[in-house]
Nanobody, 121 residues
Framework: QVQLVESGGGLVQPGGSLRLSCAAS????????MAWYRQAPGKQRDLVAI???????NYADSVKGRFTISRDNAKNTVYLQMNSLKPEDTAVYYC???????????????WGQGTQVTVSS
């Protein structure tokens, strides 16, 4: 069984910073892509940032230059450093991991439980 445990959310003032973490644990063969999504009230869940197994990254236009995604393969952990936060960044943030449970299996998506980020003065 694979588990994703997120941490790092909270309340921050506009212009502030937060760092989210998501650690994958359990039994699996390899991790492919790791990503962060967010969902604001009444809106769909959108991709924020993604990092491949080789370290390539991609970002939503709304967070480019402010957010940085990174991963520690030894710890099976993905991070999201969020700087210059704005009220419109307020949402529940979910980590997503695409992995192979076994060497012979295909790729499967797993989701974290979500962590609330609120940007407000």
């Amino acid at each position: 069984q694979v588990q994703l445990v997120e941490s790092g959310g909270g309340l921050v003032q506009p212009g502030g910073s937060l760092r989210l973490s998501c650690a994958a644990s359990g039994s699996f063969f390899s991790i492919n892509v790791m990503a962060w999504y967010r969902q604001a009230p009444g809106k769909q869940r959108d991709l924020v940032a993604i990092v491949t197994s080789s370290g390539s990254t991609n970002y939503a236009d709304s967070v480019k230059g402010r957010f940085t995604i990174s991963r520690d393969n030894a710890k099976n952990t993905v991070y999201l450093q969020m700087n210059s936060l704005k009220p419109e960044d307020t949402a529940v943030y979910y980590c997503n991991v695409r992995l192979k449970p076994r060497i012979t299996s295909g790729l499967y998506d797993y989701w974290g439980q979500g962590t609330q980020v609120t940007v407000s003065s």
